[in-house]
């Protein structure tokens, strides 16, 4: 089945930046859209962002938009988040998944996702 692994979490200050990475191990995710999610303490999982399996559309959730920039290389089987302009309401852990279903996608839903990774740390101080 394989998952995906994330990792380029840390402690930024608020207005920084972190570009946070997802590699798929042991599976590929060629040809599936790619999601990332986020969980505060005490809250639900939550969707953030999504890319095609072409990496030609995107999709963000209303609080990222403008700050957030989801990526992918096919090539590299991989994923990339840039966060930019960081508050503290974005303090969470962040995840990837791949959606369950290859080909477009319009996934926002944590269900709608699979081969989820163990999440990165992003915390950010005012």
């Known amino acids: 089945q394989g998952q995906l692994v994330e990792s380029g979490g840390g402690l930024v200050q608020a207005g920084g930046s972190l570009r946070l990475s997802c590699v798929a191990s042991g599976r590929t995710f060629v040809g599936y859209a790619v999601g990332w999610f986020r969980q505060a303490p005490g809250k639900e999982r939550e969707f953030v962002a999504r890319i095609s399996w072409t990496g030609g559309a995107t999709y963000y959730a209303d609080s990222v938009k403008g700050r957030f920039t989801i990526s992918r290389d096919n090539a590299k089987n991989t994923a990339y988040l840039q966060m930019n302009s960081l508050k503290s309401a974005d303090t969470a852990v962040y995840y990837c998944?791949?959606?369950?279903?290859?080909?477009?996608?319009?996934?926002?839903?944590?269900?709608?996702?699979?081969?989820w990774g163990q999440g990165t740390q992003v915390t950010v101080s005012s």
């Open positions: 998944a791949a959606a369950k279903r290859s080909g477009p996608s319009s996934a926002v839903t944590v269900t709608d996702f699979g081969s």
